[in-house]
């Protein structure tokens, strides 16, 4: 017995070492633990847009759930909204006006079914900003069932002035079938993003006289939406639906 206390004490003191090492402190989290409906005081849904992303986006209850401490996003075929020509549905929320992150860590722990033409992501927005010259933050993209997820970054820079160096893109492997964790860290020098711990990608500020480098040193909402089609993805398969992504939580953290 002596024993165990000894090293479940000496678990606990190398896990507060660790934590303090790291040097994050979380400052805000969502465990999705509602059992009807999302926390509307962070969240609200993605409105339908004129962009590949957003074309399919809707209100519809059938598209959102809470299920087993999950927050569940779905794309469907549109067999019961008789008014919408969308030929698809798909579920998305966003923190915009609501939660704002700046500098510091943000995790999403998510799983993804896959299906042909799905395209689901968990991405940053400028707060105050057009797009591209805020900037974008892509923490997760996901194709079809690819057994990868992409990380990028957009901005004037990178889309306008087309400048791909520093790289503003990487992939990493996932678990396809399970639960992966995303992240990025922001700092005044760099943007990081990882997958399931491991560093994905880079980027950092530069001296340039270029235009539009590194805008992400300033508040960015969080979207996490369930899409797809688009000109990425491949034609959707109407056989594979309903598709979904279940979102187990968001974390962010500051440095102490």
């Known amino acids: 017995m002596k024993k165990f206390i000894y090293v479940f004490i000496s678990l606990f003191i190398l896990s507060s070492c660790n934590q303090n090492e790291n040097g994050w402190k979380l400052v805000w989290e969502d465990d999705f633990n509602q059992t009807t409906h999302f926390d509307t ?9 004129t962009s590949d992303w957003q074309n399919y986006m809707s209100d519809f209850d059938s598209l959102f759930r809470m299920q087993d401490g999950n927050l569940v996003l779905r794309g469907i075929v549109n067999h019961s909204l008789l008014h919408d020509s969308a ?24 799983k993804l079914e896959g299906a042909q033409g799905a395209w689901p992501a968990i991405w940053m927005l400028p707060q105050n900003g057009s797009w591209p010259d805020g900037g974008e933050i892509d923490i997760m993209e996901r194709l079809n069932s690819d ?26 492997r996932i678990d396809p079938l399970g639960y992966n964790i995303y992240a ?5 020098d760099s943007v990081r993003l990882f997958i399931n711990d491991k560093l994905i990608l880079t980027y950092p500020r530069i001296e340039t006289d270029k235009e539009g480098q590194f ?8 979207l996490i939406d369930m899409q797809l089609g688009g000109a990425w993805v491949v034609t959707v398969n109407p056989d594979d639906l309903p598709v979904e992504m279940w979102i ?8 102490e």
């Open 41 to 49: 005081n962070s969240w609200s849904k993605i409105p339908r847009g």
């Open 87 to 110: 030929p698809f549905l798909t579920g998305g929320v966003w923190t915009k006006d609501k939660i704002n992150f700046e500098r510091g860590r943000v995790e999403i722990r998510a």
């Open 147 to 172: 057994d990868i997820a992409y990380q990028t970054v957009h901005s004037y820079y990178t889309y306008t002035l087309g400048i791909k160096n520093p790289p503003q893109s990487a992939s990493g």
């Open 184 to 188: 990025v860290e922001r700092y005044a």
């Open 215 to 222: 805008p992400f040193d300033q508040p960015f909402f969080l």
């Open 248 to 255: 187990d939580w968001v974390k962010y953290y500051k440095k």
